[in-house]
Each structure stands twice: as C-alpha cells, then as structure tokens.
C-alpha cells in the first residue's frame, strides 16, 4: 500500500525463497519504466528496465512484470539472498519524452527485508 | 565498473550560506542530473543538463539552486542561500544518452544538514 512519511511498506521473506515487490505507477502514458535498489547510505542502484511494449522482462535472478491495463509493475527476485535486502523504488518516464527518459519520477519504495 | 562519484559525503551548513554540491559523473556520458532525497521519502528529480545548459527543472529548483560544468569532469550543483527544508540527500546522475536504452547511473549522494 502507500506510505507515508517514514513508513516505508515492507516486504519480510525469508532466505531462499522469491519475493515480488510491486509498484503502482501514475500516468497510463508513460512508456519506460525502471527499477532500482537503495542500500543503505548508497544511491539507487539499476536493476533492470522496460519499455512499455512490452509486459516482462527477465535479467540475472530479476523479472519486471508489467500490466499497463492496471498501470501496475512488479520485480520478481529469485531465490533471494540477504544481500538483496535494501528499499527498492519503481520509476517512470513521464509521457512528454517521447522516445527519451527524461527525468524520471519514483515511486516511494518498498522495504525488502531478508531473513537467513 | 565505472560509477558517478559525489563529494562531499556529508555537508553540514548554517541556514543562509551558500553551498555547492559536487559529482564527478561517468566520464563518457553526455547527459546530467541532480535529484534530491528527504530523509524517508521518495526521489524527486530537480534538474537535467545537457550540451552546457538546463534541459529540464522541477518546481523544486527555485531561483536559489544553480548548476554548472566548470570542466569537462565536474558537475555541480550550488545552493545559493540554504534554508532548513534543503536538509536531504543530494543525489547526482548521468547517462549517456537519453535513449531508453541507456538508463541513469546515480552516485551515493552527499547528505546536506542545515543547522
């Protein structure tokens, strides 16, 4: 769900298992969608990307799902391991861009959280 | 691998001084940014540069904020007269084109605290 202010929604799994962290976007329009990772004291670090042709895509342990009816984006991580722990954004290129990304606009974050 | 570094990673300033952020970004990428992070909350953009002049700014980058390439390495981002709400994590990015192909690569931000 929403979060606000310091209360980010956190998602607890525990070692080994998949975690899907999901993210709804804002504008129908909008055609390129990335997710980062936040460790902490760090910056956002890429993921993976996709562009809004398509509905999943798949990169080393990670997959994006996207469902544009919904205007909803998921990452799926396999197999996940503690080092996968930090907060994770979803972000989008607003429409006006074309076929550029622009700025880009985040999502607030998901806490994933990784027990051994 | 190369990545986007940011000095300093910590800057504590009076309320009114003015401050400037510094970000060395990757070096054969040609577009700029600068988000800013309030502690808890979520990204937000404040400006884009390209080419040596601002392609794009949010509400957000008032008459108070500047940017400048002094060089062809550095990328700044000057705060001219701080006020406590610029209390936040100061992130800088680059890419190499604004092809949906080449995403933005961000550094580790410089924490500002305004006293």
């Known amino acids: 769900g929403e979060s606000v202010g310091l209360h980010l929604p956190t998602l607890s799994v525990q070692e080994g298992d998949n975690s899907i962290i999901n993210c709804a976007y804002s504008n129908s329009a909008s055609d390129y969608f990335i997710w980062y990772k936040q460790e902490s004291g760090k910056g956002p670090q890429f993921i993976i990307d996709i562009r809004s042709n398509m509905d999943k895509r798949q990169g080393q342990r990670v997959t994006v799902l996207l469902n544009k009816t919904v205007k909803h984006l998921s990452l799926q991580i396999a197999a996940t391991q503690p080092g996968d722990s930090a907060v994770y954004f979803c972000a989008e290129t607003p429409p006006n861009y074309g076929g550029s990304q622009g700025n880009l606009i985040f999502g607030k974050g998901t806490k994933l959280s990784v027990k051994p | 691998e190369p990545e986007v570094t940011q000095t300093p990673s910590h800057q504590v300033t009076q309320m009114g001084q003015e401050v400037i952020l510094r970000c060395v970004p990757i070096s054969n990428h040609l577009y700029f940014y600068w988000y800013r992070q309030i502690l808890g909350q979520k990204v937000e953009f404040l400006v884009s540069f390209y080419n040596n002049e601002i392609s794009e700014k949010s509400e957000i980058f008032d008459d108070q904020f500047s940017v400048e390439r002094p060089d062809g390495s550095n990328f700044t981002l000057k705060i001219r007269s701080t006020k406590l709400e610029d209390s936040a994590m100061y992130f800088c990015?680059?890419?190499?084109?604004?092809?949906?192909?080449?995403?933005?690569?961000f550094g580790d931000g410089t924490r500002l605290s305004i006293l």
């Open positions: 990015a680059s890419s190499f084109t604004e092809s949906l192909n080449q995403p933005q690569h």
